[in-house]
């Protein structure tokens, strides 16, 4: 039996889209298709211009079209600070005394750790227990079938603004997308990209985009904190351009053509303007007292604005022992470019959807019509 995903990636004035599929009898993963569509009204998740964010959704599932002969599961990976991060608990002691725990009982105490008193603007769009504790045991691993008198769960909770997620919403019902899985990137991204091992010792995992950006901490192999940072890559193109007098456009073109090892020279200029991204990044951790007290041993860079000149710079600027690169290189793909930076985050939002699944929400019944709408009935989705 195959799953068919599609994966989006609301991005700084572009949209990515990887078409996978999933063999749930080898357990394997196989990118068919990946692109990405230009659209400057979307900036990360927030919507800028909705009937043109609508067109460029349209377009991206028209493209898909002709590898899309099924019902695929649409999931969106969700990027931009109006998502917010925090870690909470619950515990309840069992008026039965010793009683033996179901999934019910577990999930009723995760869900006591979100408060009552949470503001009515933000929506829980990612919940996941990280800790257990039964009757002081705290190194319980899964309650599910044990027994207990008291059961204490510390858990991960993602917030969104309704207004912005809402905006999300009516696009991808407006492009004809009915109901749709939405998963936090940075944690989708967490969880296929980094090793036990580094999460054991600490690690913190940056997702660098053009004018956004996102970081997580792990601290003996629990989730410690999240953020999302309204600047990206675009301090380094513009750090280049300063450097050798072009205007942004020209500095993008030239770091576009550019490999990094081609020329010595080039490559200094690159860390130092990496550098200088890496020391505003560490300006905002240093101000988050998680980063101050579990400090990473680990840096690990991803997205579409990561690269060496990241990854060399790590220690010198972070003061991490080791820094690497994180992309998807082991997995089946028709075709090397589908595996390229750029589609890292869809991949892991697939990922993730594929063995969680994520947020589902229903669209509201704004349709497409005319020739999109038309296109669209053609892949199932209108």
């Known amino acids: 039996m195959e799953q068919h995903f599609i994966a989006l990636d609301f991005g700084s004035g572009q949209i990515s889209a990887t078409l996978s599929v999933y063999d749930t009898a080898t357990g394997t993963f196989r990118v068919r298709h990946a692109l990405r569509e230009t659209c400057p009204s979307v900036n990360g998740c927030y919507i800028l211009d909705f009937d043109k964010s609508v067109q460029a959704v349209g377009r991206i599932f028209s493209q898909l079209q002709e590898y ?90 993602t917030y969104a603004l309704r207004t912005h997620l809402n905006n999300l919403n009516r696009v991808l019902s407006a492009a004809g997308c009915e109901d749709f899985e939405a998963t936090p990137t940075i944690i ?30 792990y601290h003996k192999g629990i989730l410690h904190a999240a953020w999302e940072f309204s600047f990206g890559a675009e301090i380094v193109v513009q750090e280049v351009a300063d450097v050798l007098q072009n205007d942004l456009s020209e500095a993008k073109q030239i770091l576009k053509d550019y490999t990094y090892g081609e020329d010595e020279i080039m490559d200094d200029l690159l860390d130092e303007a990496g550098a200088k991204f890496l020391q505003t990044l560490r300006k905002q951790l240093l101000q988050e007292p998680l980063y101050a007290n579990h400090f990473p041993a680990t840096a690990v860079f991803t997205g579409g604005g990561a690269g060496l000149h990241l990854k060399n710079t790590a220690q010198r600027v972070l003061g991490v022992r080791r820094s690497r690169i994180a992309t998807f290189e082991h997995l089946i793909a028709d075709g090397d470019e589908m595996l390229a930076p750029a589609y890292t985050s869809a991949l892991a939002v697939s990922i993730y959807t594929q063995q969680h699944g994520g947020k589902k929400l229903k669209s509201v019944k704004d349709k497409a019509n005319g020739l999109l709408g038309r296109m669209l009935a053609k892949l199932g989705m209108n």
Do not use: W
């Open 68 to 157: 899309a002969d099924f019902s695929p599961i649409i999931c969106v990976g969700l990027r931009g600070d109006f998502l917010s991060f925090s870690r909470s608990g619950a515990g309840k002691f069992f008026d039965a005394g010793r009683i033996v725990l179901t999934q019910k009982d577990v999930q009723e105490v995760v869900n006591m750790s979100v408060s009552e008193s949470a503001s009515e603007t933000l929506e829980v769009i990612h919940l996941f227990p990280q800790t257990f504790n039964i009757d002081g045991c705290n190194q319980v691993q899964n309650p599910v079938g044990l027994e207990a008198s008291s059961l204490d769960i510390g858990t991960f909770i």
């Open 188 to 217: 989708a991204l967490s969880s296929a990209l980094l090793k036990q091992e580094e999460k054991k010792v600490g690690v913190l995992l940056v997702d660098v985009g053009a004018n956004n950006s996102a970081a997580a901490l």
